[in-house]
């Protein structure tokens, strides 16, 4: 159990990367202490819709941890609590025309290759899967394997299910790093003190540069704004997660300008949430009326029923994003004893349990279960 100041390891943020990290070393036998600036899922966990998603990822190593995300998240919904609203709901991609539908078989074999079950539906059967969605689309792709979680009850049951190996720190800011002779950390100064530990990972989701930067080196997270509009709750009329196609091309995209395109999915609370929008305009939270207005007109071109459907709220969030669109996860091998599990840009709640165990065997020594290499911090080592 860790004490107040010590412990076997410190996780730099309270999100669910860093609560999953907390969990996978506690479960390794480690004792644990979370520090975080604000309060467990204060920061992009919060604002964001709980996808867990294989759906939107092309073949290669981020898929490969969203298809080992996908069975730890079926685990952990057996062992956290029904709060958390783990749905197993499925996906569906759907294209306008023929010329998206081409773009989507080419992209569904691929991922097929890689593990991914996807089931082409054609326009005249896309009722059946979602009977409000609008008539004359071309066809669609059915991704059995997305679900959702309520992220922020995610995290702190995660952190919850870690039990007395977990120790919080919350409203501490992190304000630099314990660096020994040697140039390895062994913990982190924070407004409130010392906590020393031999192992510092850094889970600070969209600020994971600058805990970078107290330990004298580079990782070029940067923020990236989305909008979530929320709706009046609703009877179950949207069963799944619904996005049109562009929406892939989107997350692959690494341009800073305004990017929308149209994301719907229903909540067991009711709610429906729209998205989705990408920029990178730094931490600006303004509202931006731009994006709000493209978000609803590309929803109710999906879904027309909503033209009729109040939105009661929206929300803004920061995706850390990192240039090769690949999250960092690891030892950074320029720091002993410092290791890092951010940069997972808006995919942090699906890639989580991943995540968390990936730095857990790493801590451990213990057989990572697949190839880290393309995740390694040190691919940034230019970077400062």
């Known amino acids: 159990m860790p004490t107040r100041n010590t412990s076997d390891v410190i996780v730099v943020g309270a999100g669910v ?12 036998g480690l004792s644990v202490t979370v520090v975080d600036r604000g309060s467990v899922a204060g920061g992009t966990t919060g604002a964001g819709e709980g996808n867990l998603l294989v759906s939107d990822k092309e073949p290669g190593p981020e898929l490969a941890l969203a298809l080992l995300s996908t069975e730890l998240w079926r685990d952990l919904a057996e062992l956290l609590p029904p709060q958390i609203e783990y749905e197993p709901k499925g996906g569906l991609v759907v294209a306008s025309g023929e010329a998206g539908m081409r773009a ?45 979680v309520m992220p922020a009850l995610a995290a702190a049951h995660l952190l919850r299910a870690g039990g007395d190996q977990v120790r919080l720190r919350l409203g501490e800011e992190v304000t630099g790093l314990l660096i020994t002779a040697d140039g390895s950390v062994r913990g982190v100064r924070t407004v409130a003190g010392e906590v020393h530990a031999s192992y510092v990972v850094n889970a ?29 709750p609703l009877p179950r009329v949207v069963r799944r997660k619904v996005y049109a196609a562009d929406y892939v091309a989107d997350v692959a995209s690494g341009s800073a300008a305004l990017q929308t395109s149209a994301v719907v999915e229903g909540t067991a609370a009711g709610p429906v949430l729209i998205g989705a929008s990408r920029e990178r305009v730094g931490f600006d939270r303004t509202p931006s009326t731009e994006v709000l207005r493209r ?90």
Do not use: K, N
């Open 295 to 384: 978000l609803a007109a590309q929803a109710t071109a999906l879904f027309p029923f909503l033209a009729g459907v109040r939105a009661i709220r929206t929300y803004a969030g920061f995706r850390p994003y990192l240039p090769d669109h690949l999250p960092a996860i690891g030892p950074d091998p320029r720091v002993p004893g410092l290791l890092h599990a951010c940069g997972h840009e808006g995919a942090g709640v699906g890639l989580a349990p991943a995540t968390g165990l990936l730095i857990a065997r790493a801590l451990s020594e213990g057989e990572p279960p697949l190839d880290m290499s393309p995740f390694s911090p040190a691919r940034f080592e230019a970077a400062i």
């Open 104 to 148: 989507l078989r080419d992209f569904a074999a691929g991922q097929e290759e890689a593990g991914v079950r996807a089931e082409e539906i054609p326009g005249d059967r896309l009722q059946d899967l979602e009977p409000h969605l609008a008539p004359g689309l071309a066809g669609g792709f059915h991704y059995r394997q997305d679900a959702q």
């Open 204 to 232: 600070a989701g969209t600020w994971g540069g600058e805990v970078a930067r107290l330990a004298g080196v580079g990782l070029p997270v940067l923020p990236r704004r989305g909008f979530v509009l929320v709706t009046e």
């Open 17 to 28: 990367v860093g609560a999953a990290c907390a969990y996978y070393a506690a479960r390794a």
